[in-house]
């Protein structure tokens, strides 16, 4: 029997084997490599108290149709959560302010959707800008504070932008390229709009009656899990080193022991897939390595029902804010949850650059996080349970020339090698699915041949 590795069993290596189930029948036997325990990667799903808590990543956009046509074709339609519509603050200036409306990532399509978020002088700034001249290359890619705070000032960045992305991809405006953060803009940029503030306009997203998140009612775990049985793959506790040529197929190595595949696909962050792919893919490991990383921190609590917990959908934090968080959700508020016993809160922690992950103790993270939430709210926490779950080396940093740096690593594949995972083509797990799904045609395409 004809045989395909995948290396890693986070949601781009489920998702792969499905697909390649879906696709070659029981002819060919199926093989996850990982040695976690509990497959699902970055998506994990706990009980904390009465409640199932996702503690990796909890929702996905439903403007994105991947996960969303995932979903209804394992027959998970039916446990789709949306969001209450709550609306999040931002934390600026020591104090909460509404986070403004019609925004694309952060950057304002008006100047009077920031007031009081930002000082006069930031406002009348953005209200002038169209009329300033807009230096602008076709195909340029600035990083979006050079942007922004070229344009609009660097209260902007701070206040705003920086919160919503340091939630997304625990980096900041400085490590973000704004073809990955504002497409849209960058397009109409290169159409000829004369301003940012026309660029924005032009890029904001249609008005929708429902919320742009969605989740699943019982957590993650419930999608991991379909997949998985879907999949039909045996899983390999097994932390693959490399990969080599054996013949017309390959030799998957690790820990002492190898295996040989007619096809791989790689399913990993950037920094293990670089050193997988070394012997047999050498300049796509050296674009893999080009691509940064990041850790993080997730700290969930359960608070009584009766905490003063406001009705937001969370909190994010403006940078050089005297708090160690950077974003907390207010899940029971975001997703209508309210009316059980106790309340659900999340805290994030964790920047590019810093060893906030690595080097903090538990201990620590629960000080923090308690004393974050006094902070912000102004009022004493008493927490019931937490947990901690720490991503390290998990989150990449989608800088200017990105795309053309995935580009160049997937065209150095040689043929029955794929890649998946979130360095790819965005960090959402609606793109990691997409990632997944053209790997999995990928290695059935070249294995196909070979």
Not at 18 to 39: F, H, I, M, S
Not at 420 to 435: E, Q, R, W
Request: charged share 20%; aromatic share 4%.
């Amino acid at each position: 029997m004809s045989s395909i590795a995948i290396v890693g069993g986070g949601i781009s290596g489920l998702t792969a084997a499905y697909r390649l189930r879906c696709e070659l029948g029981e002819k060919v036997r199926l093989t996850v490599y990982d040695p976690a325990a509990q497959l699902g990667g970055i998506l994990r799903t706990i009980s904390l108290g009465e409640h199932r808590v996702d503690i990796g990543a909890e929702a996905f956009i439903t403007r994105r149709p991947e996960v969303v046509d995932l979903l209804n074709e394992l027959g998970l339609a039916d446990r789709t959560l949306e969001t209450t519509g709550a609306r999040p603050l931002v934390y600026a200036g020591g104090s909460l302010h509404p986070l403004p409306t019609r925004t694309v990532n952060g950057i304002p399509a008006s100047a009077s959707s920031v007031v009081g978020l930002v000082d006069e002088e930031t406002v009348a700034r953005i209200e002038s800008e169209p009329q300033r001249d807009m230096h602008w290359t076709i195909g340029a890619e600035p990083t979006v504070a050079d942007l922004v705070s070229l344009r609009f000032g660097p209260q902007v960045v701070a206040r705003l932008v920086d919160p919503l992305l340091g939630g997304v991809y625990a980096g900041s405006a400085a490590t973000t390229g704004l073809r990955t953060a504002a497409p849209g803009i960058a397009q109409a940029l290169d159409e000829g709009a004369g301003s940012l503030l026309a660029a924005a306009r032009q890029a904001l997203p249609p008005i929708s009656a429902t919320g742009i998140f969605g989740a699943i009612d019982g957590g993650y775990a419930v999608l991991v899990e379909e997949l998985w049985r879907r999949g039909g793959a045996e899983h390999r506790r097994l932390a693959v080193t490399g990969v080599e040529r054996d013949g017309d197929g390959w030799t998957v190595i690790g820990d002492g022991t190898s295996d040989r595949a007619d096809a791989v696909v790689v399913a990993v962050p950037a920094p293990r897939a670089a050193d997988i792919l070394d012997a047999v893919a050498p300049q796509s490991a050296a674009a893999a390595r080009t691509i940064p990383v990041a850790s993080s921190v997730v700290v969930a609590l359960t608070l009584p029902g009766d905490a003063p917990i406001p009705a937001n959908s969370g909190v994010l934090v403006a940078s050089g804010e005297a708090l160690h968080t950077k974003a907390i959700t207010f899940s029971t508020s975001k997703w209508g949850l309210r009316g059980r016993s106790t309340q659900v809160v999340r805290l994030s922690y964790g920047r590019f650059g810093d060893t906030v992950a690595r080097a903090t103790s538990d201990e620590q993270l629960r000080h923090w996080a308690v004393a974050d939430l006094e902070t912000v709210l102004g009022v004493s926490i008493a927490p019931m349970d937490t947990a901690v779950a720490r991503w390290i080396d998990a989150m990449p940093q989608y800088g200017p020339g990105h795309a053309e740096v995935v580009q160049a690593l997937r065209a150095e594949l040689p043929p029955g090698i794929a890649v998946a995972g979130s360095y790819l083509d965005g960090i959402g797990v609606p793109a990691c699915v997409a990632s997944a799904s053209q790997a999995a045609r990928d290695s059935v395409a070249r294995w196909g041949h070979g």
